[in-house]
């Protein structure tokens, strides 16, 4: 069985090469014909551990191929990942033009039964759509079936995520593609849970919700410890052992940032809207997060007992939203880097991995780059 990827961003480099690594035939395509080039010469643009090695060993074997060509990517296989970017559109719902675009130009190339494995993170509704929209564009009597299979792989710990998911969630009305599919999945997981496109696409949703509801309500705590003399972290530890909470995301911190819960808790808010439903929990915990993101500046300010930080040289480090990454995505960093700069302040700013990413996307603003700092210039953008 052949499998391709379309988009060799996060989840589809990964997901790739994971599938290449148990044994199947991986074809993957990109409209980015640089990162397919590099693909292609081993070289990959993200960091994520242990991917290059698994990359590296996979070429060697001749099990994962690079293209930029649609048609024999698709041609080629049977099943087919969509794992292309969902980014969010100014009103904050999820835009999903690039895979309706995808579903179009599969169903005219389809020369045989196809499974279409929608993981890009999509809103309620989209895979039926991409269904009617690949029917409509399905020109042969072969079978061309949508699955959602949403992706909840962790930056950062992705290869392990994957070889290790805790479950596996399988969306479609047809019951063979969904068999194919949780054996396909067999090697990675031990639970499956079936159900249609619209669940599917609700599971990630509601997670996303409910993991970055765990953030703030922490944060929440740690402000309220401040205030009382406890200790947040003796709070959160006490807390997580109950079974019921469970201790995972319950660090309290700076908020999150990321590719994914700052632009998928806005999706959920609107997604709601849109049905004339007020996701009230929702909105509270992206308002927690937008304050405790700038909260570094508050103390900063009140320990040193001023009012803007003209004259201050101040340490950055990490710019990233995470460790073991260099997804600059929505990183709090370069917004509290940016507070820095509007009261005044200069940042020295280090990062063991994602210079390079900060300086394609900051490049001009850098004064200075010694080895993994940099001096930025004054102002940096939004
Ligand atoms: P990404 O931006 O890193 O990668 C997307 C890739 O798709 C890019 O390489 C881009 O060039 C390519 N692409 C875009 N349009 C294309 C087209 N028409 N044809 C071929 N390639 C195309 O995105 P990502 O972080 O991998 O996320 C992908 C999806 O998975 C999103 O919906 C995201 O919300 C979801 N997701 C991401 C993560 C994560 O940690 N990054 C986790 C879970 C789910």
């Not at 675009?101 to 045989?112: C, M, P």
């Not at 940042?347 to 004064?367: F, T």
């Amino acid at each position: 069985m052949r499998l391709s990827v379309i988009g060799c961003g996060y989840v589809g480099i990964v997901t790739a090469v994971c599938f290449a690594k148990i044994g199947y035939e991986v074809i993957c395509v990109d409209s980015d014909k640089q990162k397919i080039k590099d693909l292609q010469k081993g070289r990959i643009q993200i960091y994520e551990p242990g991917l290059k090695e698994i990359l590296d060993e996979n070429i060697q074997k001749d099990n994962i191929k690079f293209t930029i060509d649609l048609g024999e990517c698709i041609r080629s296989s049977n099943i087919i990942f969509i794992t292309v970017g969902t980014p969010s559109l100014s009103d904050g719902s999820l835009d999903v033009s690039q895979v309706k675009l995808l579903a179009q130009q599969t169903g005219r190339f389809i020369n045989g039964d196809k499974i279409i494995v929608i993981k890009s993170t999509v809103p309620a509704g989209t895979n039926r759509l991409i269904q009617e929209v690949i029917n409509s564009s399905n020109i042969t009597s072969h079978k061309c079936s949508v699955v959602s299979c949403p992706e909840f792989l962790r930056e950062g710990s992705a290869i392990s995520d994957t070889f290790n998911m805790e479950r596996v969630v399988i969306g479609t009305d047809d019951l063979s593609a969904a068999n194919l599919i949780e054996k396909l999945y067999t090697r990675f997981s031990k639970n499956f849970v079936h159900t249609n496109w619209e669940t599917a696409e609700l599971i990630k949703l509601a997670s996303n919700a409910f993991l970055a509801t765990k953030i703030s309500f922490i944060n929440e705590i740690a402000n309220i410890c401040e205030k009382c003399g406890a200790d947040v972290t003796k709070v959160a530890m006490g807390m997580g052992l109950d079974s019921r909470i469970g201790a995972s995301y319950l660090r309290a911190g700076i908020g999150y940032g990321g590719s994914c819960l700052p632009k998928d808790t806005v999706a959920g808010v609107r997604l709601a809207e849109d049905m004339g439903y007020d996701f009230e929990i929702l909105r509270s915990v992206i308002n927690v997060n937008k304050k405790q993101l700038l909260k570094p500046i508050e103390i900063l300010l009140h320990a040193l007992r001023v009012k803007d930080l003209s004259d201050k040289v101040i340490a950055v480090l990490g710019l990233t939203f995470k460790p073991d990454t260099n997804d600059i995505r929505n990183s709090p960093s370069l917004l509290i880097i940016k507070r820095i700069f509007e009261l005044g302040g200069t940042v020295n700013a280090y990062d063991p991995i994602a210079i390079p990413e900060v300086k394609k996307i900051y490049g001009s603003l850098i004064r200075r780059r010694r080895g993994r700092t940099v001096v930025f210039k004054f102002p940096l953008p939004s």
